[in-house]
């Protein structure tokens, strides 16, 4: 059976499964027709992103902004083909621009082994290939998408991690300040920069109103999610 190439979320917004349900990307389009990618997956994501485009009847020429929620390898992976392809630049968090046009990660939590190896080990080259940057976003800023895309910026998986509510479809896009993969969870401890910190930011998120919740790592939850994530939330309090 063939894999879909979009998920429709609400009436102008889309899932790109990047790697299968893994990995999201997402497609924001205004009703004149201009569109918002957001997030591109790994390194060869980038045509999967192209080819969902085609599948929602946009063309390359559409695109006229292009997001990223955190610069990480399994998000920016795709960015430089999708930069590209569509002639524009990326909008990121401040925090973590300069590491996106590097092509490298922030820093990993060296409270743990693993993050102490994997930092080691990243540090001494590039971890994707290296995206250009036009405009650097700000916690509480509205973008001009789609009628409004609130950026709520939830630092510690990096440092300028964001997520973004979409408040005319009532729709979040968490990030990966919580994953759905088999069920609600943290992301992996040793690729964030500061894991209790993301614990704590995370918070954020059940303060927001929202009817869908879209994850980066995971499918939707359009079931009263924000129960599911305030309960979540509540089983894993902040230290
Ligand atoms: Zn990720």
């Known amino acids: ?26 497609i924001l389009r205004d009703d004149d027709g201009q569109v918002t990618l957001v997030d591109m997956g790994v390194k060869s994501s980038g045509p999967k992103v192209m080819a969902a485009l085609a599948v929602i009847g946009s063309a390359p020429s559409d695109v006229t902004r292009l997001l990223l929620t955190h610069a990480h390898p399994d998000h920016a992976g795709g960015a430089a083909h999708v930069a590209r392809e569509t002639g524009r630049a ?8 300069a590491y996106a046009n590097e092509g490298s990660s922030p820093p990993r939590d060296r409270s743990f082994l693993l993050g102490r190896l994997v930092d080691r080990f990243s540090r001494a080259g590039r971890d994707f290939e290296p995206v250009p940057v036009e ?14 895309l609130r950026v ?15 408040e005319d479809s009532r729709l979040l896009i968490t990030g990966d300040a919580i994953f759905n993969v088999r069920g ?13 910190m993301t614990q704590r930011t995370a918070h954020l998120l059940g303060d927001l109103d929202y009817d869908v919740a879209a994850f980066t790592h995971g499918p939707e939850l359009r ?8 309960t979540f939330l509540a089983r894993h309090p902040a230290d």
């Open 90 to 97: 990326f909008t990121l968090h401040h925090d973590d621009a």
């Open 135 to 148: 405009h650097e976003m700000t916690d509480g800023e509205v973008l001009p998408i789609a009628g409004g």
């Open 223 to 230: 079931d009263r999610p924000r129960e599911a994530i305030r």
């Open 1 to 26: 059976m063939a894999r879909a190439l979009v998920v429709q979320l609400a009436p102008n917004v889309w899932r790109i499964p990047l790697v299968r349900d893994f990995v999201n990307g997402f």
């Open 184 to 196: 609600l969870r943290w992301p992996v401890k040793s690729f964030c920069t500061d894991f209790r």
């Open 152 to 166: 709520v910026h939830t630092p510690g998986h990096s440092p300028g991690h964001v997520s973004l509510l979409h």
